[in-house]
């Protein structure tokens, strides 16, 4: 099974690792300032035929307020 996901929110964030780091403790985080809680995304889920047979599942979550042309270009980049 494979996943297409597109993240279409402003903030990004990365996980760094460095074996010169010591690691924290654990910390909650407040899903209150999760952004896809705070704004409601659409799964588009697509069952793709494979060339030499068999099916691939694929997730595209989106927000919903997007055009569907942002979903055409995922296909394309996906498929092309």
Do not use: H
């Amino acid at each position: 099974m494979s996943d297409l996901t597109e993240d279409m929110f402003d903030n990004e964030s990365a996980d760094t690792c460095s074996s010169d780091m010591q690691l924290a403790a654990p910390t909650m985080t407040s899903y209150a300032t999760d952004s896809e809680m705070l704004e409601p995304t659409t799964t588009v889920v697509l069952m793709v035929e494979k060339f030499l047979g068999g099916y691939e599942r694929l997730e595209i979550k989106l927000r919903q307020n997007s055009s569907f042309g942002k979903l055409a270009s995922l296909l394309r980049t996906k498929f092309d």
